[in-house]
């Protein structure tokens, strides 16, 4: 599964509104068409972005191709942006290393005073006004 294929194929509209009529039934070409009020032509494309992600699969019935979601796609993806949201984050601390460069030289500023609002928060927390800081740093407070 391409991830980045499958989420930019997703992330038209057109194409979701698609998906989701699919995985409530299937249906040909013209259906979908008529159901959103498109061209054939304008769907057809849309089928072909969806099909190239590996989303959909097709079955023919008569003159007509009918499509269904493959949920095994839909399902793995879900899996993946889950354990995504899973991802603890790790305080980033110069004296052990892991900070990039420009963060590290951020959490090195003497004088919160002279930091840009982004550096006060990132050193300082959310509320940089009072005494207390995140531990992301080495500052000293004037």
């Known amino acids: 599964m391409d991830k980045t294929l499958l989420l930019k194929a997703i992330a038209d509209e057109t194409r979701l509104k698609i998906v989701t009529l699919l995985l409530q039934h299937n249906y040909c070409v013209r259906a979908l068409a008529r159901k959103l009020e ?3 032509a304008a769907v057809s494309q849309h089928l072909k972005v969806l099909r190239e992600a590996g989303l959909l699969v097709g079955e023919k019935k008569g003159y ?7 949920r095994d796609v839909l399902h793995e993806l879900a899996s993946e942006i889950e354990a995504l949201a899973e991802i603890e984050r ?12 420009k963060e590290a030289e951020k959490c090195h500023n003497q004088d919160k005073n002279k930091c840009s609002d982004e550096v006060k928060e990132f050193c300082h927390g959310h509320n940089h006004d009072n005494e207390t800081h995140t531990g992301h740093c080495k500052c000293h407070h004037s």
Do not use: R, T
Not at 64 to 70: E, P, S
């Open 64 to 70: 007509f191709m009918h499509y269904d979601v493959n």
């Open 90 to 101: 790790e305080a980033c601390s110069p004296m052990q290393g892991g900070c990039q460069n």
């Open 38 to 40: 498109i061209s054939e």
